[in-house]
């Protein structure tokens, strides 16, 4: 690609990450808002009280899912959640010679254990597992006779661990929300070039591929969850 395309790719992705950013920080200061307004206003409820959680996943860069947690014990539940996104990453080249069809399709899971201390209510640590089911590939395709002329594949390790922290509200109405953060610990992806005989992609190609891939493989998770205790 040429130096104008990397650097609006560059511009692009500074712009998204500050949108998302911002909406991320809009939402937590709107969850804590809530959260604060609700408590004032009802009882607040333990969760000592309750042994299960039911909760939607409504906002996390690896797509929206399901969350169910179990309590064992007063200070530790058992945690399974479960999301997925999908997407596309194609763009056009510069010489209009050729289409891409790229995309990435992911599926997560993670089993954690989560730790809640007596002395600050509804403050976590989480360890545990993930299993990933993650996808991403380009194909690149002649504009004259649709020949396929290259194929990039990322591989993904399906398993790894996680460690997380997060804060839980849990009202008299059994309503409860969350926020937490999650650092994913996997090994890296691998990635296969397969050329055709006239096409060549070379390390900065190979570079440009790579960060693309990057920013739809966080190792850093954010969540907001809502949902019920009973």
Not at 98 to 113: A, K, V
Not at 144 to 158: G, I
Request: proline share 2%; hydrophobic share 35%; aromatic share 12%.
């Amino acid at each position: 690609m040429s130096s104008n395309t990397n650097v609006a790719d560059i511009n692009r992705t500074r712009e998204m990450i500050h949108q998302i950013s911002v909406r991320l920080l809009g939402i937590i200061v709107g969850v804590l808002l809530f959260s604060t307004t609700l408590t004032s206003n009802t009882t607040a409820s333990s969760l000592n009280d309750k042994d299960f959680q039911i909760q939607a996943i409504v906002l996390s860069n690896l797509g929206p899912g399901l969350g169910f947690s179990y309590k064992f014990t007063d200070n530790f539940w058992l945690n399974l959640e479960a999301q997925s996104l999908s997407g596309d990453m194609s763009e056009n080249s510069d010489d209009g010679l050729t289409r891409e069809e790229s995309g990435f399709d992911s599926q997560t899971t993670f089993l954690n254990l989560r730790y809640y201390p007596a002395a600050i209510d509804g403050l976590f640590a989480q360890i545990g597992v993930v299993n990933r089911n993650w996808e991403a590939k380009k194909e690149i395709y002649s504009k004259q006779n649709s020949q396929r002329k290259a194929v990039y594949r990322v591989e993904y390790p399906t398993s790894g661990y996680n460690l997380g922290v997060g804060k839980s509200w849990i009202f008299s109405s059994g309503l409860t929300t969350s926020v937490s953060f999650v650092r994913l610990i996997t090994d890296e992806p691998s990635i296969d070039y397969e050329l055709g005989d006239d096409w060549e992609c070379n390390s900065a190609c190979q570079a440009d591929f790579e960060s693309d891939v990057n920013k739809y493989s966080p190792k850093n998770v954010l969540f907001l969850n809502v949902g019920y205790s009973f």
